[in-house]
């Protein structure tokens, strides 16, 4: 079976430090891998996603960036954080062929002080 | 711009009642639509999805109605437990290969017992 991992849990990071969130897939290959955000009390805004390893698309212009150095392997990354980075950030995949739901990891919450 | 919202923002029913989520959506071109719940600080839990070419598919307690006249989608959940207390996220996508989701701002849904 599938499953994600995302780490870690929770982070609290000063302003101006960097950042590094982690998320791998097992039991597929191939995925299309995301990076979501979630503001308190909002909904997911999508902020990358890959279609293959070194293939990152990005939806907003911000202070993050995204790596996929391996097939199963995704990461969100920042030289400086802002206080405005705060938030609970999603990992999630998807099949590429057949099938499209999306499957979440547990969230990363990070706060920036 | 595209966009998915929903009507409401907290939804309290009581155990055992049925209960109604509603979802509006914009953007003509989606074809895969996908209902989640949230608990607190986790990752999102799929619920149940439907494409296009249906206009009700049935899960267990769950179903879910399109309407692509109006482009409204809904969930209903039959006799409402405690444990169906989460946010419920309905999703829109284009089965473009990078199933990229939109996702709405979300209910809270309160089982009162």
């Known amino acids: 079976s599938q499953t994600i991992h995302q780490w870690p849990a929770t982070l609290v990071q000063p302003v101006g430090s960097p950042l590094s969130l982690e998320c791998t897939v097992e039991?597929?290959?191939?995925?299309?891998l995301y990076w979501y955000r979630q503001a308190a009390g909002r909904g997911l805004q999508l902020l990358f996603y890959s279609i293959g390893i070194d293939q990152i698309s990005s939806e907003v212009p911000q202070n993050l960036s995204a790596s996929r150095p391996q097939d199963r392997q995704f990461i969100l990354s920042s030289k400086k954080l802002l206080l405005s980075d705060s938030g609970f950030y999603l990992c999630a995949w998807t099949k590429i062929q057949g099938g499209a739901e999306a499957f979440f990891g547990q969230g990363t919450r990070l706060t920036v002080v | 711009g595209e966009n998915v919202g929903l009507h409401l923002p907290t939804l309290s029913v009581q155990e055992g009642d049925n209960s109604i989520i509603n979802c509006a959506y914009s953007?003509?071109?989606?074809?895969?639509f996908i209902w989640y719940k949230q608990e607190s600080g986790k990752g999102p839990q799929f619920i149940i999805d439907?494409?296009?070419?249906?206009d009700k598919r049935q899960g267990q307690r769950v179903t879910v109605l399109l309407n692509k006249t109006v482009k409204h989608l809904s969930l209903q959940i039959a006799a409402t437990q405690p444990g169906d207390s989460a946010v419920h996220f309905c999703a829109e996508s284009q089965a473009s290969g990078t199933y990229k989701y939109i996702f709405g701002t979300g209910t809270r849904l309160k089982v009162l017992a």
């Open positions: 953007n003509s071109a989606s074809d895969y």
């Open positions: 039991g597929t290959s191939n995925p299309n």
């Open positions: 439907i494409r296009s070419n249906m």
